[in-house]
């Protein structure tokens, strides 16, 4: 069975930074495309953004453009989001998803991000 | 205002048929298009409950039936049991935003 853990959150100044982590393990990473969704507190789910299988494509919600990165290691088996020049509105628990062709066959637990001055 | 549209809420007695619906447009829920629906209850991550419209995997029971019409689509779960008391999802590919997009999510209660 997929294991996806999640890591990195925590609470965070607006216009500051924070990088999280999803550690997979249990399949072969390297061969699927990964997202991040978020789901801020009492609200549905937004998905923020996706990378291929190898890293070469990554795609992105018009919401985090430009202020969101997000990367992998497959020699760690690990997926990353630096999230930087954070606002209020991405205060949210942020899910790690094995890609499926677009649709989300396994999640992590999930991480909260708590922006706030 | 989520792209796709969905109930706020239903409801059902144990036992009874439920049905949640989904609406797009052409750009997501149309011809070519994949809706997925995700079960998520209270406190826990989401779980995919269909996925290509109509498919479950492996361990979802066969009370839950996926389907889609045009634009829209359906999640119907029959035999409601208490358990089936959580926020429900469908989610497709939005061409015109590039993006994935997913309903505003449906409470049911039983």
């Known amino acids: 069975e997929v294991h996806l853990l999640e890591s990195g959150g925590g609470f965070v100044q607006p216009g500051g930074s924070l990088r999280l982590s999803c550690a997979a393990s249990?399949?072969?990473?390297?061969?699927?495309?990964m997202s991040w969704v978020r789901q801020a507190p009492g609200k549905g789910l937004e998905w923020v953004s996706k990378?291929?299988?190898?890293?070469?494509?990554?795609y992105y919600a018009d919401s985090v453009k430009g202020r969101f990165t997000i990367s992998r290691d497959n020699s760690k088996n690990t997926l990353y989001l630096q999230m930087n020049s954070l606002r209020a509105e991405d205060t949210a628990v942020y899910y790690c998803a094995k890609d499926d062709s677009y649709y989300f066959e396994s999640w992590g637990q999930g991480t909260l991000v708590t922006v706030s001055s | 205002q989520s792209v796709l549209t969905q109930p706020p809420s239903v409801s059902g007695a144990p036992g009874q048929r439920v049905t949640i619906s989904c609406t797009g447009s052409s750009s997501n829920i149309g011809p070519g298009y994949h809706v997925h629906w995700y079960q998520q209850l209270p406190g826990t991550a989401p779980k995919l409950l269909i996925y290509g419209n109509t498919n479950r995997p492996s361990g979802v029971p066969d009370r839950f039936s996926g389907s889609k019409s045009g634009t829209s689509a359906s999640l119907a779960i029959n035999g409601l049991q208490a358990e089936d008391e959580a926020d429900y999802y469908c989610q497709s590919y939005d061409s015109s935003l590039s993006g994935v997009v997913f309903g505003g999510g449906t409470k049911l209660t039983v």
């Open positions: 249990r399949f072969t990473f390297s061969s699927y495309g």
């Open positions: 990378i291929s299988g190898g890293g070469g494509s990554r």
